[in-house]
């Protein structure tokens, strides 16, 4: 009874200010166009974006390459890099270089911009133990950078790995140390002329390789040397993505994933047909079916409504 009363007292409290305040919807408004300190949290870069599995293809071709892969959530770019007097350029080929887009200016620096953003360094953040990546609302899943390295590979990877020092000494690269992978907020891979024997002899290793995903069987990848595997889609499964796969194109995808997965590798297939819109649509939706883990995309509007 004494229970009763109590409850409706409050409830009735609580009617007599409801209808003397705001509604939640006023309150928001009011909110959203104050400059209360309230609306913002250090981490909000990438606030909303939720990322995907979706690999950028020649990602600098963008006119603002990476954030526009990293505000569509596309969890993985691109950079093709060439080593020139003493400089790493990024462009599809040498006619396309400009002095001023380099992998510095184009990915390392705003990377770093982006995750000293994502991770603030003050009395809550003192006892972390891992960085956050750049998605704020997946903040352990990491960004995969991959330099498809166009010069020499021997002569390319030295100044590649110098370059990603500022990255490493704030403990955000991925990194296998003393037997495991410690994950953090990008993963370097190396594909293009990356030279395997560099690879394998890095100790501790912050840059991996992309294993052929065609020829797994015959080597001995794991997934401490290569998280992913890729390979060509035409020559491999050649499926143009109008009609149906035959039984053995669609056994080729399975078998390869599978190759993959085995090893603890994820799969990549790159240059799957990009039009007409059925048919890369189809591919696509046959490779998620299939289990394959990246969608390679030109379209990254499209592929991210996917
Ligand atoms: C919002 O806050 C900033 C810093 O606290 C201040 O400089 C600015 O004048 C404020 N703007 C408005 C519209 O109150
Ligand atoms: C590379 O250096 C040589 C010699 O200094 C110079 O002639 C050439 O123009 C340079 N190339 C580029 C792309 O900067
Ligand atoms: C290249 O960068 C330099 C230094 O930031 C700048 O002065 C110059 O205008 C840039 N060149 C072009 C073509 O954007
Ligand atoms: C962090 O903690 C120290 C020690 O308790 C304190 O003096 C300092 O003001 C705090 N800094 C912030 C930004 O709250
Ligand atoms: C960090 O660890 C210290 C020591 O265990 C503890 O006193 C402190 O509250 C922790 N700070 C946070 C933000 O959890
Ligand atoms: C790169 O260096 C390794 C040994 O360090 C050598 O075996 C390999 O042939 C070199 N590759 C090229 C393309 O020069
Ligand atoms: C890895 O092993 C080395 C020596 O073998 C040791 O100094 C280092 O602390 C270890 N690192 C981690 C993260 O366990
Ligand atoms: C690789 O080996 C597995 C197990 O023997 C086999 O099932 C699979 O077909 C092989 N992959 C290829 C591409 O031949």
Do not use: C
Request: proline share 6%.
């Amino acid at each position: 009874m004494l229970w009763h009363t109590f409850f409706a007292a409050v409830a009735v409290a609580w009617i007599q200010q409801a209808a003397s305040t705001p509604g939640v919807d006023q309150w928001i408004t009011a909110l959203v166009s104050s400059n209360s300190s309230l609306l913002s949290w250090p981490t909000h870069f990438t606030q909303d974006i939720v990322p995907k599995q979706i690999h950028s293809h020649n990602d600098y071709w963008r006119e603002v390459p990476l954030l526009t892969a990293l505000s569509l959530g596309v969890q993985s770019v691109e950079a093709d890099v060439w080593f020139i007097n003493g400089t790493l350029f990024v462009g599809h080929e040498e006619a396309a270089l400009t002095p001023n887009r380099t992998f510095e200016s184009l990915y390392l620096q705003p990377i770093m911009q982006i995750l000293d953003m994502m991770n603030p360094r003050n009395n809550f953040t003192s006892n972390a133990t891992s960085a956050n990546g750049p998605f704020d609302t997946a903040s352990t899943t990491p960004l995969q950078l991959l330099v498809d390295m166009k010069t020499d590979g021997n002569a390319t990877l030295p100044p590649v790995l110098q370059a990603l020092q500022p990255l490493r000494s704030a403990g955000y690269l991925t990194t296998f140390m003393n037997g495991t992978v410690q994950s953090s907020a990008v993963t370097v891979i190396g594909t293009g002329n990356t030279p395997l024997e560099g690879i394998t002899a890095l100790q501790p290793r912050d840059v991996f390789f992309d294993a052929p995903l065609a020829s797994l069987n015959s080597s001995n990848f794991d997934h401490t040397i290569s998280p992913i595997a890729s390979t060509d889609w035409g020559s491999v499964v050649g499926w143009s993505g109008i009609g149906n796969p035959t039984d053995a194109q669609r056994n080729m995808i399975q078998t390869l994933i599978n190759d993959a997965h085995t090893r603890g590798i994820q799969a990549r297939f790159w240059d799957t047909p990009g039009w007409p819109v059925r048919a890369r649509e189809n591919v696509w939706t046959e490779l998620l079916n299939d289990g394959a883990d990246w969608l390679n995309a030109d379209d990254l509007v499209a592929a991210s409504r996917f």
